[in-house]
């Protein structure tokens, strides 16, 4: 009974072994991700800290352990590229920048994938987190790419820290390197990407003693000394206030330097003050002279303005009197051509006249007649001059001038 009481719980036990393995898993996996999230948050307030006092590049040990911190989080659980053989190969990171972060507007990707000194992937990267920096755009790159959740979910998978939740935070915490100006050289040996990224957690790992310990410790010494040989003085005790000292005087210096810092800054705000007033008193200026010439150009266009609707009224007379000058004439002319053109009646008259005239014409009599003296010629021809004078415009007399043209011509055939 005991053995089988025994096996049983060792069975038990073995069963739940599964379970156990699991959450150990899950808890190292939520341990790393927060360690890489705390750590890069660390060391972006380290950059921001260090741009205060000197320009951030290459030999700055703050940046590089900045570069393998996220060269790290943008790593973690990335899968691997798979051959044709069915065998995984390890990929770097700038295979899922390059195509995730293509719908950044004005993009380095093109630039980075023709550089020449930068063949490997793993130094593309490197070479793509600088060149971000640079632009003050890291930021946007990693959340555009984040945003991509599809292109994210087929290169990493399950527990990675950009799908995760500390995604967002990362996204956040890179906003603060864009007040930095960094200023990096492309071609050094930050680049090589045949050296895995390793990162120093010592200037993140300080351990501050509270007071209460301390004093604690000083009454333990104490204690010890008095218990102890003879030997023992309270000078033992001296160290601990000697580093007391040395944090009140590390202390003091930081004060000290930020003082510095802040009268620097307040001389550089006095000048850009002045600076500002001069350009401000200068745009008053020419605000003030540019408003004299807006008010003179008004002045000279209402006076163009006055001139001009002058000569349009004097104009509009002009072309009054002309047009009545016009009238008048045209009036003038109707009367005048009425007073000297015939009737319509002694029109019809002279018509036939002149057809008769012109029939004689067309038989040769008219050249053909003899005149037998010159008085009679006379008389054809003062005939011929009556039939066609306007003044006798009266229907009765054209009427009789015809009859008596008819009958000469008539004598006439007659005659012949």
């Given at each position: 009974m005991a053995s089988r009481s025994l096996g049983g719980l060792s069975g038990s036990r073995c069963g739940g072994g599964g379970g156990g393995k699991k959450s150990l898993s899950a808890r190292n996996a939520a341990v790393?991700?927060?360690?890489?999230?705390?750590?890069?948050?660390?060391?972006?307030?380290?950059?921001?800290?260090?741009?205060?006092?000197?320009?951030?590049?290459?030999?700055?040990?703050?940046?590089?352990?900045?570069?393998?911190?996220?060269?790290?989080?943008?790593?973690?659980?990335?899968?691997?590229q798979v051959t044709w053989f069915g065998y995984e190969s390890p990929r770097s990171f700038w295979d899922y920048i390059r195509v995730a972060c293509r719908k950044v507007s004005q993009n380095c990707i093109c630039s980075i994938e023709n550089m020449e000194n930068v063949s490997s992937s793993r130094a593309k990267g490197r070479a793509w987190i600088r060149v971000a920096l640079m632009e003050k755009h890291l930021s946007e790159y990693i959340s555009t790419a984040l945003r991509d959740f599809k292109t994210t979910r087929r290169f990493y998978d399950d527990g990675a820290i950009v799908l995760g939740e500390e995604a967002n935070m990362l996204a956040g915490m890179l906003l603060g390197l864009n007040a930095i100006d960094f200023s990096f050289c492309l071609k050094g040996e930050g680049l090589d990407g045949n050296f895995p990224a390793v990162i120093d957690y010592t200037p993140y790992l300080k351990f501050t003693q509270s007071s209460d310990s301390i004093s604690s410790d000083e009454e333990e010494l104490r204690t010890l000394g008095s218990s102890g040989s003879e030997s023992s003085t309270p000078e033992n005790v001296g160290p601990p206030f000697i580093m007391d000292e040395n944090s009140?005087?590390?202390?003091?210096?930081?004060?000290?330097?930020?003082?510095?810092?802040?009268?620097?800054?307040?001389?550089?705000?006095?000048?850009?003050?002045?600076?500002?007033?001069?350009?401000?008193?200068?745009?008053?200026?020419?605000?003030?002279?540019?408003?004299?010439?807006?008010?003179?150009?008004?002045?000279?266009?209402?006076?163009?303005?006055?001139q001009l609707e002058y000569i349009i009224v004097e104009l509009q007379?002009?072309?009054?009197?002309?047009?009545?000058?016009?009238?008048?004439?045209?009036?003038?002319?109707?009367?005048?051509?009425?007073?000297?053109?015939?009737?319509?009646?002694?029109?019809?008259?002279?018509?036939?006249?002149?057809?008769?005239?012109?029939?004689?014409?067309?038989?040769?009599?008219?050249?053909?007649?003899?005149?037998?003296?010159?008085?009679?010629?006379?008389?054809?021809?003062?005939?011929?001059?009556?039939?066609?004078?306007?003044?006798?415009?009266?229907?009765?007399?054209?009427?009789?001038?015809?009859?008596?043209?008819?009958?000469?011509?008539?004598?006439?055939?007659?005659?012949?």
């Open positions: 790393e991700r927060r360690n890489l999230i705390t750590v890069c948050r660390f060391s972006v307030k380290t950059l921001i800290d260090r741009s205060c006092f000197e320009t951030i590049d290459d030999s700055s040990p703050e940046f590089n352990n900045f570069a393998a911190i996220l060269e790290q989080i943008l790593s973690h659980r990335l899968k691997g009140w005087f590390n202390k003091c210096k930081r004060v000290k330097q930020k003082y510095q810092l802040t009268l620097e800054q307040k001389g550089y705000l006095e000048e850009l003050l002045r600076l500002r007033e001069n350009q401000l008193s200068e745009s008053v200026s020419q605000n003030k002279i540019l408003l004299q010439r807006i008010e003179d150009s008004d002045l000279a266009h209402k006076l163009e303005k006055e007379d002009q072309l009054t009197v002309l047009k009545n000058n016009d009238l008048r004439s045209r009036q003038e002319l109707t009367a005048h051509l009425t007073n000297q053109w015939p009737s319509p009646g002694a029109l019809d008259v002279n018509a036939v006249a002149l057809d008769t005239l012109l029939y004689r014409k067309h038989n040769k009599q008219w050249y053909e007649k003899s005149y037998q003296s010159l008085d009679q010629l006379s008389a054809e021809v003062s005939l011929s001059q009556t039939s066609l004078d306007p003044s006798h415009s009266q229907e009765g007399d054209g009427k009789q001038d015809t009859l008596n043209l008819i009958t000469e011509g008539e004598c006439g055939f007659k005659c012949t």
